[in-house]
């Protein structure tokens, strides 16, 4: 355990990261723009009226827009039926102008995501959830087009804060298919060793206390204390979970799967909740759209 005179976690700021990212990005686009007379496009489709997705698709539109990417925005009733939606992908497909397609989920309960997405041609998914690009990710010697922009944050946020990833020990803990498992993938590529914690696993907090490295994927409001981490580690804490809070309008707060309180005084490094690796997202997102757009653009 680190003494009460050690110090502090240095705070990874992934809103200043990914800021530093859009300009780069803008940079990029205004010059696409100058010498091909074109700009990369970016359709999002949402099917439905749900607040949360509205909220994020918003988001990813403004984002467009500031660093001048071209947004296609479709937006379909709660009741269109599968066929359409996947229809709507075929043309976006087919359409030159657009070189990123991003179906927001989740999709109404009538509608088969699986289906839908897997419609989406893998030089156009730029969410990087398409199984060619995952199964890329996978393999040796195998790049994909796009890796998912979650766990892409995340090592963006390791390389961007000088941290060496090249023979440490990781610890993702959490497998989903969003970011537990590709950014396993992402870190062994990176030549991380690599230790995937879940439900079933025994001895978490041992195992998590070994770790040089660690990214917290679980959905689980403070689950990792500060004894479970080992002195200097770089902690990058993914959950975003609602906790009660009177005090607040909204009557809740967001917080991290770890910590934060107890983990600044051990860590040696940390990204707060929110504006870690939300931002980053977003951030990744658009790098994705702008690298498809290059491939065609650029030929």
């Not at 074109?38 to 918003?58: E, H, M, N």
């Not at 870690?276 to 994705?288: E, H, I, Q, R």
């Amino acid at each position: 355990m680190a003494s009460s005179t050690s110090p502090a976690a240095k705070i990874i700021d992934g809103k200043a990261i990914a800021q530093e990212i859009r300009n780069e990005i803008a940079k990029e686009v205004q010059s696409l723009s100058q010498s091909h007379n074109k700009v990369p496009g970016l359709a999002v489709v949402i099917v439905g009226s749900r607040k949360d997705s509205q909220t994020y698709v918003s988001t990813k539109r403004k984002a467009c827009a500031e660093v001048g990417i071209r947004s296609f925005d479709i937006d379909l009733a709660e009741d269109v039926s599968e066929s359409d939606v996947i229809a709507r992908v075929h043309e976006l497909n087919a359409d030159p102008d657009v070189h990123g397609i991003l179906v927001q989920l989740p999709l109404p309960k009538h509608i088969n995501e699986e289906r839908v997405l897997s419609e989406i041609s893998i030089e156009k998914d730029v969410d990087g959830f398409h199984p060619l690009n995952i199964g890329k990710l996978a393999m040796k010697g195998r790049e994909p087009l796009f890796s998912p922009c979650t766990p892409k944050g995340c090592l963006e946020l390791l390389s961007r804060s000088g941290i060496t990833i090249k023979g440490k020990n990781a610890v993702v803990v959490g497998r989903s298919n969003i970011v537990g498992l590709p950014v396993s993938l992402l870190l062994l590529k990176a030549d991380a060793t690599v230790t995937i914690v879940h439900s079933h696993t025994r001895d978490t907090d041992r195992i998590i206390r070994e770790a040089d490295i660690i990214i917290a994927a679980a959905g689980q409001a403070h689950m990792i204390k500060g004894d479970w981490i080992k002195p200097g580690a770089a902690v990058i804490d993914v959950g975003t979970n609602a906790v009660d809070d009177p005090s607040r309008k909204s009557g809740y707060r967001l917080v991290g799967d770890v910590d934060f309180q107890e983990a600044s005084k051990v860590a040696g490094w940390l990204t707060p909740v929110p504006g870690g690796v939300g931002p980053m997202t977003v951030a990744m997102l658009l790098k994705n759209t702008l690298d498809g757009a290059k491939k065609k653009i650029v030929q």
